[in-house]
């Protein structure tokens, strides 16, 4: 049987069910790459570490990725309408948020970022960089440059 994800927003007085969003592209088949990936590199019971830090909430925003890969979108905490999507974010795999400010960890170079060469001497784009969002504006206030982590 395929996965079927959702996020559920709940209300935190009562437990009555406020919406719940359909994740599309998500679980094992996505996170791995491929089903066939079942061995040391994915497979079914594998779950990358930053699955849980792709959602960060404020008082009336829910700051999430609601399929593998794609960018952060920003959901009414009350009713889950659609206010925002950052396509800046895309690939984001951690997120931290405070004082109007989400902070995005990317996977891919920066857009100005240049191949860069590692001992084998072939040339590779460098793994991440941070990208900083006016959440009131939705303007990027500031990207790092591109760094090699995880």
């Not at 599309?24 to 570490?49: C, H, M, Y």
């Not at 699955?51 to 890969?69: E, K, M, N, Q």
């Not at 999507?85 to 895309?90: A, H, I, P, R």
């Not at 989400?102 to 991440?128: D, I, M």
Request: with cysteine.
């Amino acid at each position: 049987m395929p996965g079927r994800w959702s996020l559920y927003a709940r209300d935190a007085f009562n437990g009555t069910l406020l919406w719940k969003k359909p994740l599309v592209d998500w679980g094992w088949e996505a996170w791995s790459g491929s089903p066939t990936l079942q061995g040391k590199n994915g497979g079914r019971f594998t779950q990358p570490i930053h699955i849980p830090r792709t959602l960060a909430v404020d008082r009336d925003r829910v700051f999430v990725t609601l399929s593998y890969g794609e960018p952060v979108t920003v959901l009414d905490s009350l009713t889950g309408e659609q206010l925002a999507q950052y396509q800046e974010t895309t690939n984001c795999d951690e997120l931290v948020l405070g004082d109007g400010l989400l902070v995005a960890a990317v996977h891919g170079a920066a857009p100005e970022a240049k191949l860069s060469t590692v001992r084998s001497q072939k040339p590779v784009e460098l793994g991440k960089h941070l990208v900083a969002i006016d959440t009131d504006t939705g303007r990027v206030r500031w990207r790092s440059r591109p760094y090699v982590g995880r």
